[in-house]
């Protein structure tokens, strides 16, 4: 199995500019997640799907996010506009959920917004 | 609010040496997760307990869990280089298995020769 795939790995934009990050999940997995890791807030949950269906969007920071799972294969996390303060690295996630719901981590997208 | 509290968040330990690194949280659940990460990897799935006095090994390293205490424990024994790595522990925000997850701040563990 190729895991969890992420793209691109590393950007870097302009504030103010729109920003696309995208994710394709384990096949068979049920469930995805969007997580953000700072130095100073550490690891973050910003939303996760089940079936592409949004359940918990509780730690999305602000209206500039937003994200979606328009199929089982494919998601996206937008920040439009985007601000220095979202640098961080983000990561998805996926399980097939069940009694272990272990998840299992892409390799992550490196944001720089200058 | 759900807390995860790792410490130490930083350990350095000698090569050949023991040590454990202690997790405690504050909501009750029946399961927890410990990760890895090597600076700038992503995370990598070591453990998953999920029940209270499960007990797992691999290699070096042995985690456990007391749902009572809310502790779960990662213990390492004679330290090598290569478990350099931050580890997270990591607990369902709603105490099941909604995979609501929130993870511990780290502990960045430095093995030295």
């Known amino acids: 199995d190729a895991g969890v795939i992420q793209s691109p790995r590393h950007e870097v934009t302009e504030m103010g500019q729109e920003v696309t990050l995208r994710c394709k999940p384990i096949?068979?997995?049920?469930?995805l997640f969007w997580y953000r890791q700072t130095m100073m807030r550490g690891l973050e949950l910003l939303i996760y799907?089940?079936?592409?269906?949004?359940?918990?969007d509780s730690g999305m920071p602000e209206d500039r996010f937003s994200a979606k799972m328009p199929n089982a294969s494919f998601s996206t996390l937008k920040i439009q506009p985007s601000e220095p303060r979202d640098s961080a690295v983000y990561f998805c996630?996926?399980?097939?959920?069940?009694?272990?719901?272990?998840?299992?981590f892409g390799p992550g997208t490196r944001l720089t917004v200058l | 609010e759900l807390k995860v509290e790792q410490n130490p968040l930083f350990l350095s330990m000698q090569e050949g040496k023991n040590y454990t690194i202690y997790c405690n949280y504050s909501?009750?659940?029946?399961?927890l997760y410990w990760y890895r990460q090597d600076p700038g990897k992503s995370l990598e799935s070591l453990f998953v307990?999920?029940?209270?006095?499960a007990v797992k090994q691999e290699g070096r390293l042995m985690a456990s869990l007391d749902t009572k205490a809310r502790l779960s424990t990662l213990h390492i024994t004679a330290a090598v280089h290569d478990l350099s790595a931050t580890y997270f522990c990591?607990?369902?925000?709603?105490?099941?298995?909604?995979?609501?997850?929130?993870f511990g701040k780290g502990t960045k563990l430095s093995v030295k020769p």
């Open positions: 996630a996926s399980t097939p959920g069940g009694s272990r719901n272990e998840q299992f």
């Open positions: 096949s068979g997995h049920d469930y």
């Open positions: 799907f089940n079936n592409n269906v949004p359940i918990d």
């Open positions: 909501t009750t659940s029946d399961r």
């Open positions: 307990l999920l029940s209270n006095g």
């Open positions: 990591a607990v369902d925000k709603y105490g099941g298995s909604q995979g609501n997850l929130i």
